[in-house]
């Protein structure tokens, strides 16, 4: 499992990095405000959790770390994914409406995440 994890946060995080400079230079000129503000709330949750996931490696294996870490990595695909593809859809000219209801969903899967944690550590020992 820290193999997947540390897969998942080096790409999540690499691809952050990427996306990041290509709102600020590349989109920068052709989004508007609203869809730039989109894509860089989109990079900014990828990165929160591309970190979650690389301390997450780091913690002894146990069944919450490892379903916290699955909803991490869906959010991200959801939640940044979706928000990625509806900040693009005037260029690309697609009906991406379909993606609204994807966001916020994906924002459940990173609150159940956290709640996970959260309800992991209530534990005793």
Avoid: C
Avoid at 83 to 111: E, V
Wanted: charge should be positive.
């Amino acid at each position: 499992m820290k193999n997947k994890l540390l897969f998942f946060a080096g790409l999540f995080g690499s691809l952050g990095v990427i996306f990041g400079a290509f709102g600020a230079h590349a989109l920068k000129a052709i989004l508007t405000e609203q869809a730039l503000a989109n894509w860089q709330t989109a990079v900014q949750y990828q990165f929160i959790h591309s970190l979650a996931l690389l301390f997450l490696s780091a913690q002894p294996e146990t069944k919450q770390i490892r379903m916290a870490s699955w909803f991490f990595v869906f959010g991200i695909l959801l939640f940044s994914g979706s928000l990625y593809l509806l900040s693009l859809r005037d260029i690309l000219a697609l009906p991406l409406s379909f993606l609204g209801p994807i966001t916020p969903i994906g924002g459940l899967f990173f609150t159940a995440g956290w709640l996970i944690l959260f309800f992991s550590g209530l534990k005793k020992s």
